[in-house]
């Protein structure tokens, strides 16, 4: 029986020999388990793809694969999936943030007969009140708005079994919310807790911007809300158009001309409105309309620069 171990690196040259000494350490005392740990640098641009070929060279059971250029972390997390060789998966950051220490726990649950075993939160160190919050509500909110229903306060520190692995190997799509795609996909899941450790070293590769379009393509991958959410803005628009319409009449029969009110200002609002609606609604849409152009150029994920042995996925 075989387990793999994926790690996705990008510029982790400060952490990546202390991820493999804990690593290599905790799953050399796990008894009847084969194992093997398979490194996936994502393009990095430091010593990392160097330390990475010098822990090959004295641990014939590591592997690593090179990505041609920095395709992201869930593209890195896609292509470790496709080369691993293990009858179950494990993914785990390379930050040294979601302890090594819990893989057993999880392998217990998984010879229990649990298909998908997840690392679930009771308390993140390190990280600020502003992240805290913004995760909390992010996971939450994304439950209400889709029919996905998705655990709380989890990343992508798991274990999965083959048959969950070859379930996401067959979903192509570009723009990857595994955590997501891990709960819709099914399957028997149970949670493993743990408190989530401050970085060991280097800093964090999802900055403001790159959460927000992380969650955008979360809420995108698994919501019509959205689109919805246009539909009823529209008819908002209308309503409101329509009470101006009313108002308009009472003044002209109802009031002395005097005092209505004329000139500019009614229109200029109006037109305002009414632009920023559609500008809303044909930005939402455009978004669902990209992705859909993304999908029919049936690019690939990813291209290997190198591999650190002659076998090649599936």
Same mark, same amino acid.
């Given at each position: 029986?075989?387990?793999?171990?994926?790690?996705?690196?990008? /510029?982790?040259?400060?952490?990546?020999? !202390?991820?493999?000494?804990?690593?290599?350490?905790? $799953?050399?005392?796990?008894? /009847?388990?084969?194992?093997?740990?398979?490194?996936?640098?994502?393009? @990095?641009?430091?010593? &990392?793809?160097?330390?990475? +070929?010098?822990?090959?060279?004295?641990?014939?059971?590591?592997?690593?694969?090179?990505?041609?250029? /920095?395709?992201?972390? #869930?593209?890195?997390?896609?292509? =470790?999936?496709?080369?691993?060789?293990?009858?179950?998966?494990?993914?785990?950051?390379?930050?040294? #943030?979601?302890?090594?220490?819990?893989?057993?726990?999880?392998?217990? *649950?998984?010879?229990?007969?649990? #298909?998908?075993?997840? =690392?679930?939160? &009771?308390?993140?160190?390190?990280? &600020?009140?502003?992240?805290?919050? &913004?995760?909390?509500?992010?996971?939450? $909110?994304?439950?209400?708005?889709?029919?996905?229903?998705?655990?709380?306060?989890? =990343?992508?520190? *798991?274990?999965?079994?083959?048959?969950?692995?070859?379930?996401?190997?067959?979903?192509? !799509?570009?723009?990857?919310?595994?955590?997501?795609?891990?709960?819709?996909?099914?399957? *028997? #899941?149970?949670?493993?807790?743990?408190?989530?450790?401050?970085?060991?070293?280097?800093?964090?590769?999802?900055?403001?911007?790159?959460?927000?379009?992380? +969650?955008?393509?979360?809420?995108?991958?698994?919501?019509?809300?959205?689109?919805? $959410?246009?539909?009823?803005?529209?008819?908002?628009?209308?309503?409101?158009?329509? $009470?101006?319409?009313?108002? +308009?009449?009472?003044? *002209?029969?109802?009031?002395?001309? @005097?005092?209505?009110?004329?000139?500019?200002?009614?229109?200029?609002? +109006?037109?305002?409105?009414?632009?920023?609606?559609?500008?809303?609604?044909?930005?939402?849409?455009?978004?669902?309309?990209?992705?859909?152009?993304?999908?029919?150029?049936?690019?690939?994920?990813?291209?290997?620069?190198?591999?650190?042995?002659?076998?090649?996925?599936?």
């Amino acid at each position: 029986m075989l387990l793999s171990v994926v790690v996705p690196c990008y /510029n982790e040259e400060a952490v990546i020999l !202390e991820t493999h000494r804990r690593l290599a350490e905790v $799953l050399g005392e796990m008894k /009847n388990l084969d194992w093997e740990i398979l490194y996936v640098d994502d393009g @990095s641009r430091d010593r &990392t793809a160097q330390l990475l +070929a010098q822990i090959r060279a004295s641990d014939a059971r590591v592997r690593f694969i090179r990505l041609s250029r /920095n395709f992201g972390h #869930q593209i890195a997390f896609s292509a =470790g999936l496709d080369y691993a060789r293990g009858e179950a998966v494990v993914v785990i950051d390379a930050d040294l #943030q979601d302890p090594p220490e819990i893989i057993p726990e999880m392998v217990e *649950r998984w010879r229990d007969g649990y #298909q998908v075993v997840y =690392g679930a939160r &009771t308390m993140r160190e390190g990280e &600020t009140r502003f992240k805290l919050w &913004t995760a909390k509500i992010f996971y939450r $909110l994304l439950n209400r708005l889709s029919n996905l229903k998705m655990p709380v306060d989890v =990343g992508d520190f *798991r274990l999965m079994d083959r048959k969950v692995v070859d379930a996401l190997r067959a979903m192509p !799509e570009r723009d990857r919310f595994l955590r997501g795609m891990v709960s819709w996909v099914g399957f *028997r #899941q149970i949670a493993v807790l743990y408190r989530r450790a401050p970085r060991f070293a280097g800093e964090s590769k999802y900055p403001l911007l790159k959460m927000i379009r992380f +969650a955008a393509d979360a809420v995108i991958s698994f919501s019509f809300v959205p689109l919805r $959410l246009v539909i009823w803005l529209g008819v908002g628009a209308i309503g409101l158009a329509f $009470l101006g319409i009313l108002y +308009a009449i009472v003044l *002209r029969f109802f009031f002395d001309p @005097s005092h209505w009110v004329r000139g500019w200002a009614s229109i200029f609002v +109006a037109v305002l409105f009414m632009s920023g609606a559609q500008l809303i609604s044909i930005g939402i849409i455009g978004e669902y309309v990209g992705r859909i152009y993304g999908e029919v150029k049936h690019r690939p994920l990813y291209f290997v620069e190198e591999e650190s042995d002659e076998e090649s996925a599936e």
